[in-house]
């Protein structure tokens, strides 16, 4: 049972443009959202994060966006640099310090 | 403030052999978690641990593997016995007592 799914595998964007990358969750115990970057063989990188309480979240260039009803959130990057390229899981988890959920993952691209 | 550490960062062992993987969390943080992430697939939960405790190992599997975080020291994740099946990249994750998980740049075990 796949909680969190990100439909996309990947997504290519030109420099400067924005980049929108999707995820959707089922279970409706989750109220705290994360996004990761991970480049091949690192760790997954912390980006940003939203709690269920909010709809919106801004951090330089990061928008994370949440819609409750609709079980879906996404993370903007704009605009897009070439150094965004990377594997972006989107995370999930029902209680404060417990187990994350991620999705499988988006492989970004951002040309130049 | 260094970050979570992990080692080795590479482990090879036969069939057979015990692997013993290390995670020194970040200053602080006395919430430790491991995932697992096989080949092509995104990264699942496996143990949740507080010092000498162990909070949630649902995602472990029931045998051979094992995980403690000592009152000393850093956390263990010990697998016996290991098997081909046990090929993937192990990463470790600590928080302070808030949501957001940072990671430790993984060990990537193969097993002949």
């Known amino acids: 049972d796949q909680q969190v799914k990100q439909n996309s595998p990947s997504l290519s964007v030109q420099e400067g443009r924005i980049s929108i990358l999707n995820c959707d969750y089922t279970?409706?115990?989750?109220?705290?959202f994360l996004w990761y970057k991970k480049y091949p063989a690192e760790g997954p990188t912390f980006l940003i994060s939203?709690?269920?309480?909010?709809d919106k979240n801004e951090d330089g260039r990061f928008t994370v966006f949440l819609n409750k009803s609709a079980k879906h959130l996404s993370l903007h990057i704009v605009p897009s640099q070439p150094g965004d390229s990377a594997v972006y899981f989107c995370?999930?988890?029902?209680?404060?310090?417990?187990?994350?959920?991620f999705g499988e993952g988006t492989q970004l691209t951002v040309n130049p | 403030n260094a970050g979570v550490m992990q080692n080795p960062r590479h482990l090879v062992r036969r069939r057979g052999q015990e692997a013993r993987l290390r995670c020194s969390p970040m200053?602080?943080?006395?919430?430790v978690y491991w995932y697992r992430q096989l080949p092509e697939e995104g990264l699942k939960f496996m143990v949740y641990?507080?010092?000498?405790?162990?909070?949630?190992e649902s995602g472990m599997p029931k045998e051979r593997f094992s995980a403690e975080f000592p009152k000393e020291g850093p956390s263990i994740l010990r697998i016996q016995q290991v098997v081909r099946g046990d090929s993937a990249a192990y990463f470790c994750?600590?928080?302070?007592?808030?949501?957001?998980?940072?990671f430790g740049p993984g060990t990537r075990l193969t097993v002949l």
């Open positions: 279970n409706s115990m989750f109220d705290y």
């Open positions: 200053k602080g943080h006395s919430h």
């Open positions: 994750a600590s928080s302070p007592t808030s949501d957001t998980q940072y």
């Open positions: 939203i709690s269920s309480i909010k």
């Open positions: 641990l507080q010092k000498e405790n162990i909070i949630d």
């Open positions: 995370a999930a988890s029902g209680t404060s310090g417990s187990r994350l959920t």
